[in-house]
């Protein structure tokens, strides 16, 4: 018989999987989002993967780098043109305005997260599919509203006990923002051809991008470039200095830094990027470093078809706050797969009264584990001891005849016999009796 090679399949370049090992982090950071955007009045929004074309070439910007080199985009076999969505902002507010959210009470609060996918280079925390968590506000322009989204991310970070800084900037608005531009203009001219290439193509085509750009030589440049809080008009002026002045309050760590300009078109005024500190990073803090961005938008929702609505929204890089997380050596992540309760059996009869054990207190809502394929009791106990059990319910022959059950205390080894018909009610108050909130515990009720 011929060997035929049989073809391996791989991930796609930049994609990766989240194994088991690291979902314990992943769901300890989904349920910190969930409770931050709960209490913070938040409510959920769940947006398609995939979107109209268009929805990102106007409201993210054609002349972005996002839009024009890192949008997956194809057309459909109804030969509609879409793209995988590379962020969540422009998906929200279409929904916004689809759905006539203006008629709600103001202001309208949502937040969403999944995968956001770039055609970026792949590298350390920079990711093709990545996930996001993203929170926006519409309608309201008052400075309180930046600085109190800022306040709660910065909250979040310290929650999480990640060591951060945001940095904030004011772009503006459009009328003081082209009076800049044309002054940054002026002042790269002289040292256009030292730029990197994009930068080059930048120069003509988006030149406030050029005051983020990571390459050493341009940075040595825009270093003495002129900025634009110092050409800000009265107006966004004064919303920049109250933004601060609320924030100066409550004594968080941010710094000014008119680099700060995002990648993205919509945004104005208000801009802001939360980093690590360097000492956490452990050296430079690059782009990719970055674990939150956000700020205003507030001509977006206009842009695209909806009423005037000012708006801010953040986007925080999920994957980056794990890898974070995963450097804390104090933080306790608990385990998603520990339970409670294990049962185990002794013997092919005393296997089948378990699987219906297991059932019946499954569906009471203990949270209850076995190792049912296993025979050997020494091995099912150290499954127990491996799931973080505290009590293993044993049933052997004795057991079987007597119609009872051994509950062992899987901390201190001590062992009591219950009548099978007492289980629920015993196993309740010794879990009460080890601070367990059964309450909690039974959630499936
Ligand atoms: P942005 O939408 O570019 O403002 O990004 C918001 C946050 O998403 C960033 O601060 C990062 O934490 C994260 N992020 C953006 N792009 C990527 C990527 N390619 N891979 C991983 N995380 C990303």
């Known amino acids: ?253 941010y710094e000014l830094d008119p680099f700060v300009v995002r990648g993205l078109d919509y945004y104005n005024r208000t801009t802001f990027e939360v980093v690590p500190t360097e000492e956490f990073a452990g050296g430079e803090i690059s782009a990719q470093g970055a674990l939150a961005g956000g700020g205003r938008y507030d001509y977006l929702v206009k842009s695209l078809g909806g009423q005037n609505t000012p708006a801010i929204g953040v986007a925080f890089g999920m994957d980056r706050i794990v890898n974070a997380l995963k450097k804390i050596k104090d933080l306790e992540i608990p385990s998603i797969n520990s339970s409670d309760i294990f049962v185990a059996q002794l013997g092919d009869k005393a296997r089948k009264k378990v699987l219906a054990l297991f059932e019946k207190l499954r569906r009471a809502g203990f949270s209850v584990s076995e190792s049912i394929s296993k025979t050997s009791l020494g091995q099912q106990l150290e499954e127990a001891n491996r799931l973080k059990t505290k009590l293993a319910l044993i049933i052997g022959e004795k057991e079987l005849l007597d119609k009872t059950i051994l509950i062992r205390d899987m901390e201190s080894g001590s062992q009591e016999v219950v009548p099978e018909n007492k289980i629920e009610s015993v196993l309740e108050t010794r879990l009460k009796s080890l601070d367990i909130n059964v309450k909690k515990t039974r959630i499936r009720n």
């Open 1 to 253: 018989m011929s060997k035929k090679k049989v073809q391996k399949f791989y991930l796609v370049k930049g994609f990766k999987d989240i194994l088991p090992e690291d979902q314990p982090y992943w769901e300890f950071l989904r349920k910190k989002c969930f409770n931050v955007a709960k209490s913070y009045g938040y409510e959920r929004i769940d947006l398609p993967i995939l979107e109209d074309s268009k929805l990102f070439v106007k409201g993210v910007g054609n002349l972005t780098d996002v839009v024009s080199k890192e949008m997956f985009s194809f057309e459909t076999l109804g030969k509609e043109r879409v793209s995988l969505r590379p962020e969540g902002t422009a998906g929200a507010v279409r929904a916004y305005i689809e759905h006539g959210m203006m008629n709600r009470k103001k202001p309208v609060k949502l937040f969403y997260m999944g995968p956001m996918f770039r055609y970026d280079k792949p590298q350390a925390g920079r990711y093709r599919q990545f996930y996001q968590f993203g929170l926006e506000i519409f309608a309201g322009d008052e400075p309180i509203i930046d600085s109190q989204m800022i306040y709660m991310v910065y909250q979040f970070f310290d929650e999480l006990k990640i060591p951060i800084i945001v940095k904030i900037n004011s772009i503006g608005c459009p009328k003081c923002r082209e009076k800049f531009l044309k002054v940054l203009k002026d002042y790269l001219k002289k040292n256009k051809s030292k730029l990197c290439k994009d930068c080059q193509l930048r120069y003509n085509k988006n030149v406030l991008r050029i005051l983020d750009c990571k390459e050493k030589k341009c940075k040595e440049i825009i270093q003495e470039s002129p900025q634009i809080l110092d050409h800000l008009c009265e107006d966004c002026n004064k919303h920049f200095v109250k933004t601060l002045e609320y924030l100066e309050d409550s004594q968080i760590n």
